[in-house]
């Protein structure tokens, strides 16, 4: 993967790693659930001056569930809701990922107890070998510390709610 992401700033301004991610997605779309391809591809999920784009969200809250069943409780899956206040601070989103298969938190050393994860740069998704989807977002608080949340699962939702004008 890793079209986005690691993507010098010279190949996000030009559009070409853009344009290699939309090649690279059109590849994996029957692999996708449909809304998890439609989230992805929207018009505005990279248009910066669209208030629904993530980009320069904040991390509001991030939840680990362990939801069970069974006579024992002894059947398991892990839920990750992400709850993230939008760059212009009119609504939340929240992402919700079902049936996790991994999940790693990336924060540099270089952040310090006053410093956030910082806003939302960029993001990108992907396959695994197993088919399951993978969610990458790359954050930045400053030069040297750009923390980073990669998230595998079988599901993936997306919604928005507006906050109350002031």
């Known amino acids: ?8 700033e010279e190949e996000i301004i030009s559009g070409a790693a853009y344009a ?14 449909t809304h998890v391809y439609e989230f992805t591809v929207a018009d505005w999920h990279y248009d910066f ?13 991030i939840q680990i569930e362990e939801l ?27 992402l919700v990922y079902d049936d996790v298969v991994s999940y790693a938190i ?10 956030s994860h910082g806003d939302w740069i960029i993001d990108e998704i992907g396959l ?5 989807i993978v969610h990458e977002i790359k954050f930045w608080c400053g030069p040297d510390a750009s923390p980073t949340l990669r998230i595998e699962s079988r599901d993936l939702s997306f919604s928005e709610e507006m906050l109350p004008a002031d």
């Open 106 to 115: 990336d924060v540099p050393q270089a952040m310090t107890a006053t410093i």
């Open 1 to 8: 993967m890793s079209f986005l992401v690691n993507a010098s």
């Open 20 to 33: 290699a991610y939309r090649r690279h997605l059109e590849t994996i779309r029957p692999n996708l659930p």
């Open 128 to 132: 695994s070998a197993s088919k399951a």
């Open 68 to 94: 069970s069943s069974g006579p024992r409780h002894e059947v398991r899956k892990t839920r990750i809701t992400i709850k993230l206040l939008g760059a212009h601070h009119d609504r939340i989103f929240t």
């Open 49 to 61: 001056s669209d208030h629904r784009c993530p980009h320069d969200a904040w991390i509001e809250k």
